[in-house]
């Protein structure tokens, strides 16, 4: 069994670093659960408005041209002889065999979120309490958590498992009040962690972290 695998069926997060964790938290707030955050192993990400900035000079020129042909829907793109014939869309393969990553501007719930994982160097874990869903890192060597995206539960509409091929069993998509959705895999072969994000996202279990 890899160490994802293990992590997945034995970790209990809540218990390790709950009390790490609760130094973040307001007075009374409670963990309800947490686990690890991991992006799916593949996927789409076109849907994830990006700003200029994180745009190549192409893109943007496309970008300007034609607002939203980064986006394109169709699967076939065209032929050329000279590069191999068909030019498939490769965000549309990756959309069949892992499903949509997340979709939602830049400065969405779903965009922002992203962000912080992706730029962040340490490890990542999800952690949702009674009040907040949040994303917090721990950097190698550290005993103390550092919060790296915070909304709170309110703007959590919707939280469903959706599992895809290629060790995404455990696949998580939540939904936002502002239209946008991030998926991430709370298990690689499991349900059950994923099952328990969606319980605790769903307001159906009660906090054990500390008070």
Same mark, same amino acid.
């Given at each position: ?19 790490? $964790?609760?130094? /973040?938290?307001?007075?009374?707030? %409670? ?34 041209? =034609? ?44 965009? %922002? ?14 952690? #949702?309490?009674?009040?907040?869903? /949040? !994303? ?11 919060? !790296? ?7 959590? #509409?919707?939280?469903? $498992?959706?599992?895809?091929? !290629?060790?995404?069993?455990?696949? #998580? ?18 349900? =059950?962690?994923?099952?328990? !994000?969606?319980?605790?996202? =769903? ?9």
């Amino acid at each position: 069994m890899t160490e994802s695998a293990a992590d997945d069926l034995m970790i209990n997060y809540v218990k390790v670093y709950g009390s790490d $964790v609760a130094r /973040l938290f307001a007075s009374g707030e %409670r963990l309800v659960d947490m686990g690890g955050y991991r992006e799916p192993l593949i996927g789409d990400e076109s849907r994830l408005g990006r700003t200029p900035e994180e745009m190549g000079a192409r893109a943007r020129r496309v970008e300007e041209r =034609s607002p939203g042909a980064m986006q394109s829907e169709k699967f076939v793109q065209g032929f050329d002889p000279f590069a191999g014939g068909l030019q498939t869309n490769p965000d549309r393969i990756d959309r069949f065999l892992g499903g949509l990553s997340g979709e939602g501007g830049p400065g969405s719930a779903a965009g %922002r979120l992203w962000r912080a994982a992706k730029g962040y160097g340490g490890i990542a874990y999800y952690a #949702v309490t009674d009040r907040r869903l /949040l !994303l917090v890192g721990n950097n190698p060597g550290a005993d103390t958590f550092d919060l !790296l995206f915070e909304v709170p539960l309110a703007q959590v #509409v919707a939280a469903t $498992v959706r599992g895809k091929l !290629l060790m995404q069993r455990g696949r #998580v998509e939540v939904r936002f009040a502002d239209g946008s959705m991030k998926a991430w895999t709370p298990g690689m072969f499991s349900t =059950s962690a994923a099952r328990r !994000l969606v319980a605790a996202l =769903s307001g159906q279990t009660k906090g054990t972290g500390p008070r």
